[in-house]
Antibody
Framework: EVQLVESGGGLPQPGGSLRLSCAAS????????MHWVRQVPGKGLEWVAG????????AYAESVRGRFTISRDNGKNSLHLDMHSLRSDDTAFYYC???????????????WGQGTLVTASS | EIVLTQSPATLSVSPGERATLSCRAS??????LAWYQHKPGQPPRLLIH???SRATGIPARFSGSGSGTEFTLTISTLQSEDFAVYYC?????????FGGGTKVEIK
């Protein structure tokens, strides 16, 4: 069974930094592109960033480009999101999500973690 | 950038009835469309991909149709566990946009 468990959420000050992590199990982690998707409470879903299996291809939403960095450690089956220069509009639940396609990036998601809440507010 | 517009924003339906949700794309997207179900306190769940293919373990009462710019998610006989928010999403593109969601509530 695929399991994705996020951690690292919290209450950073605006302008601050935070690192989110996602522990993956139940599948061959390095076969898949992985993503972060967020949801502002009460609002819709927004794709944030994606990283392919060997970390050679990364992509970001325009809203976070230059402030967030996605990375992965295939040896530890883990995904990370380093968030800097946080703004109040980054406040959201952040979900780790697995790409549906093996060995490719399709940008849709067949498994999700439970999410971790980031509240960037003074 | 492609925009997905979902309608209605809220759909009030009685258990046992049919629900029909719409998703319109601002440009032609073939059948590169997925649908997700999202309940409070839970992660989103993939229901449909390729506009009409059910994901693993999804009951047959969920069906998707459409291509190009007009798409539909139909829940044939609503069960109590189906009351949730439903999102469409275009994929095989960067950035992958989501629609604004349709909340299916109990009438």
């Amino acid at each position: 069974e695929v399991q994705l468990v996020e951690s690292g959420g919290g209450l950073p000050q605006p302008g601050g930094s935070l690192r989110l992590s996602c522990a993956a199990s139940g599948f061959t982690f390095d076969d898949y592109t992985m993503h972060w998707v967020r949801q502002v409470p009460g609002k819709g879903l927004e794709w944030v960033a994606g990283i392919n299996w060997n970390s050679r291809s990364v992509a970001y939403a325009e809203s976070v480009r230059g402030r967030f960095t996605i990375s992965r450690d295939n040896g530890k089956n883990s995904l990370h999101l380093d968030m800097h220069s946080l703004r109040s509009d980054d406040t959201a639940f952040y979900y780790c999500a697995k790409d549906k396609e093996v060995g490719a990036t399709a940008y849709y998601f067949d498994s999700w973690g439970q999410g971790t809440l980031v509240t960037a507010s003074s | 950038e492609i925009v997905l517009t979902q309608s209605p924003a809220t759909l009030s339906v009685s258990p046992g009835e049919r629900a029909t949700l719409s998703c319109r794309a601002s440009q032609f997207i073939k059948t590169d469309l997925a649908w997700y179900q999202h309940k409070p306190g839970q992660p989103p769940r993939l229901l449909i991909h390729g506009a009409s293919s059910r994901a693993t373990g999804i009951p047959a009462r969920f069906s998707g149709s459409g291509s190009g710019t007009e798409f539909t998610l139909t829940i044939s006989t609503l069960q109590s566990e189906d009351f949730a928010v439903y999102y469409c999403q275009h994929y095989n593109t960067w950035p992958p946009p989501f629609g604004g969601g349709t909340k299916v509530e109990i009438k």
